[in-house]
């Protein structure tokens, strides 16, 4: 199975990703359409999320002996992890607004969002040309007051890269990112195709995405009593064409990505990276949007 198809997607991979090179507004036009249908898909939803997202402090007795692990450095042990809450209220709303909008696919990869899946129709079609389909990733990172920074934290497995395959047999390669700090840097080996090619020709370039929940935390003046949705941010990283070939935004931006938290100990093909929302919105507007419950 594994080569079964490698002849046909070799060529159809070489041209797509040779056509939106010298096309790159087809890129950036169809991260912008995806930004539009989720922010149509919050309005549309924001009753719905509120009331689901809020459910789990009402929720409070039935988990309280059993409480997630606590994540992050350093924590004081007043702010439950809200992760998983955040992912099931937005990824599970979001597979049912996809569904009813476009034809879609939940093909499957060893790793990668939260929420991923191809989508597919016409109007796509109308903007990628060559393809009516796109591969929407999504990883939903809910944060608290004391978490909410203009970035987010991003695995090797949630960004897309330069997409270099020259040789038949060698598979997608990726030329390491640069994530640069003020005092140090590092490699960032992101890891997914910016362009792939399934078993029945369906051509799917990737959008990735990232919704952050922001939580406020309500205390009575000696513990926490409830975590409630406050905010929902939105952003857009481009696809690794974007960001290495055409036009490139990488040496532009050379600062987009930056060290994320882990050290040099860990093993280099898993540390991440931080990506700035602050530089996103210059590179476009509305590749970050804020949305005030």
Partial sequence: MFKQFINEQHSSYQSSVNYYKNNPNCLIDIEHFVMNEILHFIELQLPEIKRDYNEASYLYSFWKNYTPLDRGRSPIGDQYPWIEVGEQVFGNKLSRYFAANFAIKDSGLPSGSDDRRIISSERIKQTLHI????????????????????HAVMSP????????????????????????????????????????????????????????????????GTETTGQPLEEIKIACIPNGLLLTHNPNYLQTFPELFFPGKDDRKKDFRKIRSRVSFDILKSIDSWRVKEIVV
């Fill in 131 to 150: 393809t009516d389909s796109v591969w929407v990733f999504i990883d939903i990172k809910s944060a608290g007051p004391r978490d909410d920074f203009s």
């Fill in 157 to 220: 497995y949630q960004v897309s890269g330069s997409g270099i395959w020259n040789n038949i047999d060698d598979g997608i390669l990726n030329d390491p990112i640069v994530a640069r700090g003020r005092l140090v840097s590092h490699n960032f080996l992101c890891s997914l195709s910016p362009v792939y090619v399934l078993s029945d020709n369906t051509i799917a370039p990737l959008v990735t995405f990232v919704i952050k929940p922001v939580y406020k935390m309500i205390n009575n």
